[in-house]
T-cell receptor, first 110, second 113 residues
Framework: DAKTTQPTSMDCAEGRAANLPCNHS???????VYWYRQIHSQGPQYIIH???NNETNEMASLIITEDRKSSTLILPHATLRDTAVYYC???????????FGKGTLLTVNP | DAEITQSPRHKITETGRQVTLACHQT?????MFWYRQDLGHGLRLIHY???????NKGEVSDGYSVSRSNTEDLPLTLESAASSQTSVYFC????????????FGPGTRLTVL
């Protein structure tokens, strides 16, 4: 799985969009990009995943660059409950394992 | 509703004792995983299974074992608990289809004295 690079921490004002970047420059053609988050003391929670196209669900949007070397997770209207560590992970083919890095601590401020 | 549960949620044990942490899922998922989480290390994979009677070592498997006798359960055993195994343990499961997410349990906080 490709190595991912994320900022250690970010701040966002409540009600504003939170844009979390991730670099995965060595991603291969069959690798998906996954985003998970972990709210303090809880198990990680799946947010969204994508392969090539941009994706949107009820929680977030995922924008993947055309060369697939980076992506951005967008929380359109961040709330205080979105304060968490956000993990960007790549996974491909029949390898179902996830390798978690340090992630980005997003703090949503009132 | 389908779910994934872990028990116990908290456990205190002594060095050298055998400990078993339970993980049970009702989604009928083929894939099951055990992770540990420590400050400064994030989540690290201990063992995983892609089906009944299948088990595989992850990146930090020393001192741990698992067995998969049915689809629903993947118990994690610490053969002889060590203080270095004090951690929070998470179990997860997923379907055997490319692109599907892992669902995580609530975690077990284990303290080895």
């Amino acid at each position: 799985d490709a190595k991912t690079t994320q900022p250690t921490s970010m701040d966002c004002a409540e009600g504003r969009a939170a844009n979390l970047p991730c670099n995965h420059s060595t991603i291969s053609g069959n690798e998906y990009v996954y985003w998970y988050r972990q709210i303090h003391s809880q198990g990680p929670q799946y947010i969204i995943h994508g392969l090539k196209n941009n994706e949107t669900n009820e929680m977030a949007s995922l924008i993947i660059t055309e060369d697939r070397k980076s992506s951005t997770l967008i929380l359109p209207h961040a709330t205080l409950r979105d304060t968490a560590v956000y993990y960007c992970i790549t996974r491909g083919g029949s390898n179902y394992k996830l390798t978690f890095g340090k992630g980005t601590l997003l703090t949503v401020n009132p | 509703d389908a779910e994934i549960t872990q028990s116990p949620r908290h456990k205190i044990t002594e060095t050298g004792r055998q400990v078993t942490l339970a993980c049970h899922q009702t989604w009928n998922h083929n894939n099951m995983f055990w992770y540990r989480q420590d400050l400064g290390h994030g989540l690290r994979l201990i063992h995983y299974s892609y089906g009944v009677h299948d088990t595989n070592k992850g990146e930090v498997s020393d001192g741990y074992s698992v067995s998969r006798s049915n689809t629903e359960d993947l118990p994690l055993t610490l053969e002889s608990a060590a203080s270095s195994q004090t951690s929070v343990y998470f179990c997860a499961s997923s379907v055997m289809i490319s692109g599907y997410e892992q669902f995580f349990g609530p975690g077990t906080r284990l303290t080895v004295l």
